[in-house]
């Protein structure tokens, strides 16, 4: 495997993204260019590494290895860099204009990506020379870069084995990362299938709640029983925001195919969008699904509201009985509660399974973008092993729903897993099993 050498990084983007990456890159020893719009924006970025509680860069020592400048005037530098990193804001033309001024200046064996939630690489370097076109790729970190795992590659039409090999092999050995290889698609892989999560758990939601579930009752089920982050559902949406979520809505409606399965979640709930008019947006403002209210006292309790009602209330604690406590015995229940996570979980699930070889070509990539990315501890094919395969299928079945195509193929090769000897081989879509690659 060729790969070239990386010892120096240069950001363009001194945001939040910019930033963390700018930081990583230091952290671990690179020589590294901040640029932004001008120079002050570029040195306050610096400033923000070592603020607060927890910094983004945790030796300030290595404050030394980070050179600042503007993109007016000191794009030239970028000569200098052996992989340069756009992370400027989620535009399309903002991204193609930097793109053209990178690649005049850039040395040749430099490697150029863009650090992109879903604008597609082929819309970005369309029309570009050939050099670039060879040398450039999708490097889609999460945030907080310097916690997430999760680092998305995805190659151009004619991007070179040798800059996938590069990347991969330094972004996983030099800055720690947990690369995953997605394809250039819409929302590549950890966004595509978790937005879809999140904005079909809000529509089935409203059925849910009105079977008698609760807020709390919800964000409960669909967390430690299925392996899930403690905020659940309802308090994600909260920490990410709905105004971003409604973003993300917008984007997928624009650019899925209308056969896509999660097209017809790709708005806002009622409820939702009347939270959203009123800048109810979660943390960011204050409160959202879930508030801290603060007594005269000092005292303080957590509120829920109530979107029936309107109303704020004091949020309940909730335990589930042994039957609601683990996915298998969960999602067979014949309760709302079993029923409801049956209903999304499975969507997911079945989701995922279809979009192979769409977004990834194996499972394997699935699953890590979910783990890593989204804090899940089991990926849809993991959490379908812990059914089981066949009971899947079988109340897929019963409901007369679609099988997917990677469960049909699972079902057609006679086995009855995703994975097998304790997970270090996957089934593959020929229908037979092959080794997981490294982490």
Same mark, same amino acid.
């Given at each position: 495997?060729?790969?070239?050498?990386?010892?120096?990084?240069?950001?363009?983007?001194?945001?939040?993204?910019?930033?963390?990456?700018?930081?990583?890159?230091?952290?671990?020893? !690179?020589?590294?260019?901040?640029?932004?719009?001008?120079?002050?924006?570029?040195?306050?970025?610096?400033?923000?590494?070592?603020?607060?509680?927890?910094?983004?860069?945790?030796?300030?020592?290595?404050?030394?290895?980070?050179?600042?400048?503007?993109?007016?005037?000191?794009?030239?530098?970028?000569?200098?860099?052996?992989?340069? !990193?756009?992370?400027?804001?989620?535009?399309?033309?903002?991204?193609?204009?930097?793109?053209?001024?990178?690649?005049?200046?850039?040395?040749?064996?430099?490697?150029?990506?863009?650090?992109?939630?879903?604008?597609?690489?082929?819309?970005?370097?369309?029309?570009?020379?050939?050099?670039?076109?060879?040398?450039?790729?999708?490097?889609?970190?999460?945030?907080?870069?310097?916690?997430?795992?999760?680092?998305?590659?995805?190659?151009?039409?004619?991007?070179?084995?040798?800059?996938?090999?590069?990347?991969?092999?330094? !972004?996983?050995?030099?800055?720690?990362?947990?690369?995953?290889?997605?394809?250039?698609?819409?929302?590549?892989?950890?966004?595509?299938?978790?937005?879809?999560?999140?904005?079909?758990?809000?529509?089935?939601?409203?059925?849910?709640?009105?079977?008698?579930?609760?807020?709390?009752?919800?964000?409960?089920?669909?967390?430690?029983?299925?392996?899930?982050?403690?905020?659940?559902?309802?308090?994600?949406?909260?920490?990410?925001?709905?105004?971003?979520?409604?973003?993300?809505?917008?984007?997928? %409606?624009?650019?899925?195919?209308?056969?896509?399965?999660?097209?017809?979640?790709?708005?806002?709930?009622?409820?939702?969008?009347?939270?959203?008019?009123?800048?109810?947006?979660?943390?960011?403002?204050?409160?959202?699904?879930?508030?801290?209210?603060?007594?005269?006292?000092?005292?303080?309790?957590?509120?829920?509201?109530?979107?029936?009602?309107?109303?704020?209330?004091?949020?309940?604690?909730?335990?589930?009985?042994?039957?609601?406590?683990?996915?298998?015995?969960?999602?067979?229940?014949?309760?709302?509660?079993?029923?409801?996570?049956?209903?999304?979980?499975?969507?997911? !699930?079945?989701?995922?399974?279809?979009?192979?070889?769409?977004?990834?070509? %194996?499972?394997?990539?699935?699953?890590?973008?979910?783990?890593?990315?989204?804090?899940?501890?089991?990926?849809?094919?993991?959490?379908? %092993?812990?059914?089981?395969?066949?009971?899947?299928?079988?109340?897929?079945?019963?409901?007369?729903?679609?099988?997917?195509?990677?469960?049909?193929?699972?079902? %057609?090769?006679?086995?009855?897993?995703?994975?097998?000897?304790?997970?270090?081989?996957?089934?593959?879509?020929?229908?037979?099993?092959?080794?997981?690659?490294?982490?």
């Amino acid at each position: 495997m060729t790969v070239r050498s990386i010892e120096s990084v240069a950001v363009v983007g001194g945001g939040t993204m910019g930033m963390g990456i700018a930081a990583l890159a230091a952290e671990k020893g !690179c020589r590294v260019l901040l640029l932004d719009m001008t120079k002050e924006l570029a040195d306050k970025a610096v400033s923000r590494m070592q603020a607060g509680r927890s910094p983004v860069l945790d030796d300030p020592e290595k404050l030394a290895l980070i050179t600042t400048g503007s993109v007016e005037e000191d794009i030239a530098s970028v000569a200098d860099y052996d992989w340069i !990193c756009e992370a400027v804001i989620e535009d399309l033309e903002a991204k193609r204009a930097i793109f053209e001024k990178l690649e005049e200046h850039r040395k040749d064996g430099s490697i150029i990506t863009t650090n992109t939630s879903g604008i597609p690489l082929k819309d970005i370097i369309d029309g570009m020379p050939e050099r670039l076109q060879q040398d450039v790729a999708v490097t889609h970190f999460f945030n907080p870069v310097k916690i997430m795992r999760l680092l998305e590659l995805v190659p151009g039409r004619h991007t070179s084995d040798e800059v996938i090999n590069t990347l991969t092999s330094f !972004c996983r050995t030099k800055l720690g990362k947990g690369v995953v290889n997605a394809k250039d698609t819409v929302n590549f892989i950890g966004n595509r299938i978790g937005c879809m999560w999140m904005l079909a758990g809000l529509h089935k939601g409203v059925e849910a709640r009105a079977s008698g579930l609760t807020i709390e009752e919800i964000d409960t089920l669909l967390s430690n029983p299925i392996g899930l982050p403690p905020t659940g559902m309802y308090g994600l949406v909260d920490l990410i925001g709905l105004d971003i979520m409604d973003s993300v809505a917008k984007n997928l %409606d624009e650019n899925l195919p209308d056969s896509d399965a999660g097209k017809p979640f790709t708005s806002l709930p009622e409820a939702e969008q009347a939270m959203l008019d009123r800048k109810q947006l979660g943390r960011k403002t204050g409160g959202g699904y879930y508030r801290i209210n603060k007594a005269d006292d000092g005292t303080k309790t957590k509120e829920v509201f109530d979107l029936e009602s309107g109303d704020w209330r004091t949020a309940n604690e909730i335990e589930l009985d042994e039957e609601h406590a683990a996915f298998p015995t969960l999602v067979t229940a014949d309760t709302p509660a079993g029923r409801f996570v049956w209903d999304i979980m499975s969507s997911t !699930c079945c989701y995922a399974a279809d979009l192979i070889p769409e977004i990834s070509d %194996d499972i394997v990539n699935i699953d890590r973008a979910m783990r890593w990315g989204f804090a899940w501890k089991f990926g849809p094919f993991e959490l379908i %092993d812990q059914l089981g395969a066949n009971t899947f299928v079988e109340m897929l079945e019963a409901e007369g729903r679609p099988i997917p195509a990677m469960l049909k193929n699972l079902k %057609d090769s006679g086995a009855t897993r995703f994975y097998r000897a304790d997970g270090a081989e996957y089934i593959g879509t020929d229908g037979n099993y092959h080794p997981v690659p490294e982490e």
